[in-house]
């Protein structure tokens, strides 16, 4: 009976259903919190490993495996708009996110179960056999995943929201922070995790890469964060849809463009606002709804270059720390592992900010209100790209002179068993040692060239350089066969070295992990990590072992002598064709400070922000609208992809810095003239315009929901708890 009262109490004032509570802070967003920790572990975990699945699993080229990767991310961002239709107009936020996070655990199940090779392989040798089987459910569960997380994402944020109180605006602002963390927590532990799950070896059949596994926690993390959520129910403050508002918003700024359009002559008066033209028609709370979201999204128009920036450490960022060293001497850094900085540093920086940094900047009397944040969240990206193009220079300076596409380049390796003095017409004159070779690529502008050895008699051969191509002429014992071999023209992946070995023995030679190698035959090259390697080689019985210590981003070709075996591999002579990396990865900790203080100030606000200026009834449209300034962000970045880069890196880093200073100018004016509203407010002012005084709306309010609930209770229907 008391709990009946308490909650016509809270209906009469429109106040929400007080939920129990701890330290302040309603006990329900512990369940919520919890559920996002989950729900980023499976995103952000599954990936990780997303574009090797593509690569080495469905063999995929590089360019469609990023293509298709940046496109997922695109559409996991633009679902939002969809989830915050359904939450908002048709099922409300809590059974959204049920509903939308089973098509989700679906979606990784099934991506998990596309990755199972023993499926397909019927021969037992390791590859599917049917790779459609697997593209088509790897598709399928993608593209669930993307409407699963999409969905739910702006419904759980502005569900969070929803759980606080009027007067509880310092705690709901700490929630947002702390949802945050979670994400970043989330996010960082998969990251980590994933990658070593993909790198064990399991299998029915034959053993590969686990993949299976990889893909298969992140769906267990779901199946928890829907468990937990569930969990939750019977303590959140749960707000009926009020019906199809989307529909009624689409129509309503129909006709008000319809009816201004046939009252566009100048002898109508003027009226303060476009959408005013729907007052003939519309009532006048849903307009006022109306303009409130719209003054938002179009504050929200330049905010898509924030992530096109921002987006770029996933790809521009990591490729850059391939052409660097990941030697921190107490452990080794793969270049892909350095993006784990940033939700590392989202862990620190949010707590800074909010306990430290914020509360000093207003203790010294300056407002820093939410867009001003914002905007010096934009500038601090800015300047992490005036960084990461100082370090681009940096790196330039140590890379090789790798050849234009108008030039070839050539290198001479001579295996012969003396000394040869070699031409190259009209006047390059080289004189290499035996099992050595020329110091450094010779570049030409032209692409026929003719060799002459001072062997006796003297032999001259022509040859045709690849374009825009860098090789290596190769001098076997018989120099009548001189040959070609193409050598890499860029750094190798993912910071690895790129090694081949040529073959000075007088019969075949088998070499760990290589093919069979004839004599005076070249490798193709072996990529192989950072640290010491082992190489055993072997002819007949007769073996000898090679050991060598890389670092990152070199190439090497090894010469093997005829004496191999009789020295103990100790006469393999080592050609450096590319240095290894020596700029350290290190320097890109500032630009990852830089951006990460930037999306705090950013995202953190932002979503903030979204949640505060929407009318009760759309918060999720705006947590979505927010959304989508990501998807478009992540769109962008394919274009850029796409175009093209500018010829020099740093030049390209500085473009985007300067775009976005430009575009931080214009949000930065656009915030100026955008008054802070509270949306409660500006209803209930509406309202009482419209006559309803607050007792009277409180008395109609009232009756119409005794009405309501007297007819449910007629009807046996349980109760809702708003
Ligand atoms: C991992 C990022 N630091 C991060 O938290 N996010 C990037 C896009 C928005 C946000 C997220 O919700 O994942």
Redesign the pocket.
């Given at each position: 009976m008391i709990n009946l009262t308490d909650e016509k109490m809270d209906k009469t004032t429109k106040k929400k259903k007080k939920t129990a509570e701890c330290c302040g802070y309603p006990i329900s967003i512990f369940f919520i919190v919890v559920n996002e920790f989950c729900e980023?572990f499976s995103y952000?975990g599954m990936r990780a490993v997303l574009v090797l699945y593509f690569r080495y699993f469905l063999l995929w080229d590089d360019d469609l495996a990023t293509s298709i990767y940046h496109a997922f991310v695109a559409l996991c961002y633009l679902t939002p708009i969809l989830g915050a239709i359904i939450a908002d107009s048709w099922l409300g936020k809590f059974k959204t996110i049920i509903y939308l996070s089973i098509v989700y655990a679906i979606g990784q199940v099934t991506m998990a179960i596309s990755t199972i090779h023993d499926i397909t392989d019927a021969n037992r040798d390791g590859t599917p056999d049917n790779f459609t089987f697997h593209i088509a459910l790897s598709m399928l569960g993608l593209i669930l995943i993307a409407l699963g997380t999409g969905g739910i994402?702006p419904c759980v944020a502005a569900f969070g929201g929803d759980q606080f109180q009027e007067h509880q605006s310092r705690q709901l602002n700490t929630f947002f922070s702390v949802f945050?963390l979670c994400?970043?927590a989330g996010?960082l532990l998969s990251t980590l995790i994933t990658p070593v799950l993909r790198a064990q070896e399991c299998g029915i059949h034959t053993q590969q890469q686990c993949y299976p596994l990889a893909f298969g926690v992140p769906a267990v993390l779901m199946v928890i964060s829907l468990v937990v959520f569930i969990a939750g129910s019977g303590m959140y403050v749960k707000t009926d849809p009020e019906g199809n508002i989307m529909w009624s918003v689409c129509k309503c700024i129909g006709f008000a463009i319809k009816n201004r359009f046939r009252h566009r002559s100048s002898s109508y008066p003027k009226r303060e606002h476009w959408m005013d033209w729907a007052n003939e028609k519309y009532d006048k709370l849903l307009i006022a709804q109306i303009k409130m979201v719209l003054k938002v999204l179009f504050l929200y128009i330049p905010l898509p270059m924030f992530w096109t920036l921002?987006d770029q450490k996933g790809s521009r960022w990591t490729l850059q720390a391939t052409t660097m060293s990941g030697d921190f001497g107490a452990f080794i850094l793969q270049p892909d592992q350095m993006q784990t900085v940033?939700?590392i540093l989202?862990l620190t920086l949010v707590p800074i900010m909010d306990r430290l940094i914020f509360p000093l900047i207003q203790k010294c009397g300056l407002n820093f209100s939410p867009l001003k944040r914002m905007t010096v969240g934009m500038l601090f990206a800015a300047m992490a790209f005036v960084s990461a193009a100082l370090v681009q220079i940096e790196i330039d300076k140590t890379l090789p002179n790798f050849p234009s596409s108008s030039e070839s380049q050539l290198k001479v390796v001579n295996t012969y068993s003396t000394t040869l003095n070699v031409t190259i017409s009209p006047n390059e004159h080289l004189l290499i040692e035996s099992f050595g070779s020329s110091a450094d690529y010779v570049t030409f502008d032209h692409q026929d060239i003719t060799v002459s050895l001072n062997t006796n008699p003297v032999i001259t051969k022509a040859f045709s350089l690849i374009k825009g191509g860098r090789q290596t002429l190769i001098i076997p014992s018989d120099p009548t066969v001189m040959y070609l071999k193409e050598d890499v023209k860029s750094k190798p992946r993912e910071g690895k070295n790129a090694i081949r070995f040529v073959n000075g023995y007088t019969a075949d030679l088998n070499i760990t992990n290589l093919d069979s190698i004839e004599p005076s035959a070249t490798t193709n090259y072996t990529l192989v990590n950072q640290g010491k390697r082992d190489f055993v080689l072997r002819h007949g019985e007769q073996w000898c072992e090679f050991s060598r210590k890389f670092g990152f981003g070199a190439s090497y070709t090894f010469l093997i002598p005829s004496t191999v075996f009789s020295d103990d591999c100790e006469s393999i002579t080592e050609v450096e064709d590319m240095k290894p990396n020596s700029v350290h990865m290190a320097l890109q900790i500032p630009q990852y400070f830089l951006i990460?203080t930037g999306?705090v100030m950013f995202?953190v606000t932002g979503l903030q922000f979204s949640y505060s200026q929407a009318p009760k009834n759309m918060k999720s449209v705006l947590q979505a609208g927010w959304l989508c300034t990501?998807a478009v962000g992540n769109i962008i970045v394919l274009i850029v992809a796409e175009l093209g880069k500018l010829p020099k890196q740093w030049a390209e880093y500085l473009l985007f810095a300067s775009l976005l200073v430009a575009v931080s100018i214009i949000f930065s004016i656009m915030a100026y003239f955008y008054t802070y509203i509270d949306p409660a407010e500006i209803e209930a002012q509406v309202r009482k315009e419209q006559g309803l005084e607050p007792e009277e709306m409180e008395k109609e309010t009232l009756e119409m929901e005794e009405k309501d609930e007297d007819q449910k209770n007629e009807q046996g229907v349980k109760q809702t708890k708003i």
């Open positions: 980023r952000y994402k945050y994400i970043n996010s921002f940033n939700p989202i990460t999306e995202s990501n």
